[in-house]
T-cell receptor
Framework: KNEVEQSPQNLTAQEGEFITINCSYS?????LHWLQQHPGGGIVSLFM???GKKKHGRLIATINIQEKHSSLHITASHPRDSAVYIC????????FGEGTQLTVNP | EPEVTQTPSHQVTQMGQEVILRCVPI?????FYWYRQILGQKVEFLVS????????KSEIFDDQFSVERPDGSNFTLKIRSTKLEDSAMYFC?????????????FGQGTRLTVV
């Protein structure tokens, strides 16, 4: 069993839809990261959170430490949001999920 | 905005050759990391580096790998004798404090192709 599991693996949405990507982890963590990987391969850090909720523009990340679960939400999705979204749990080291491929169609 | 830079962006090398992947972390960051991503697979931790020494390494980081901070700005990953299975995207990252405490900033990656 993977220590960090994401769902769904693939997600296709229409522009404007509300998107949710889920992440569950089995390791004890000090923080959880949400990352965005562009088609060219580059990785951008979106959020690091250890409790509660963070918001940046149209992106919202939440974490429930007791349930070992985090979600990434995108409001009013746009084609430029199309990318792979990765959650990574920081226990003794960063352990990455498999990623969720998001495609937003115009 | 400060960023982590990696060079080269793409490296092709023959099996058995040595390669050095270079990274310039953000200047006030103290923690440095290397990750790799084999095509179609998830990102994997290789090594973390703090205070001029390795603080943690994964099972992947065997004797053919080494890291160095040769001067005040560069952070390098050396692969001594490359194998076909070393073909991957290699990402450098840096953070001000440990990655459990502050956000990590990633470079754009070096795509290594071993032929």
């Amino acid at each position: 069993k993977n220590e960090v599991e994401q769902s769904p693996q693939n997600l296709t949405a229409q522009e404007g839809e509300f998107i949710t990507i889920n992440c569950s982890y089995s390791v004890g963590i000090s923080a959880l990261h949400w990352l965005q990987q562009h088609p060219g391969g580059g990785i951008v850090s979106l959020f690091m959170l250890s409790s509660g909720k963070k918001k940046h523009g149209r992106l919202i990340a939440t974490i429930n430490i007791q349930e070992k679960h985090s979600s990434l939400h995108i409001t009013a999705s746009h084609p430029r949001d199309s990318a792979v979204y990765i959650c990574a749990a920081h226990g003794s080291r960063l352990t990455f999920g498999e990623g969720t491929q998001l495609t937003v169609n115009p | 905005e400060p960023e982590v830079t990696q060079t080269p962006s793409h490296q092709v090398t023959q099996m058995g050759q040595e390669v050095i992947l270079r990274c310039v972390p953000i200047s006030n960051h103290l923690y440095f990391y290397w990750y790799r991503q084999i095509l179609g697979q998830k990102v994997e931790f290789l090594v973390s580096f703090y205070n001029n020494e390795i603080s943690e390494k994964s099972e992947i980081f065997d004797d053919q790998f080494s890291v160095e901070r040769p001067d005040g700005s560069n952070f390098t990953l050396k692969i001594r004798s490359t194998k076909l299975e070393d073909s991957a995207m290699y990402f450098c990252a840096s953070s001000e404090l440990g990655q459990g405490d502050t956000e990590a900033f990633f470079g754009q990656g070096t795509r290594l192709t071993v032929v």
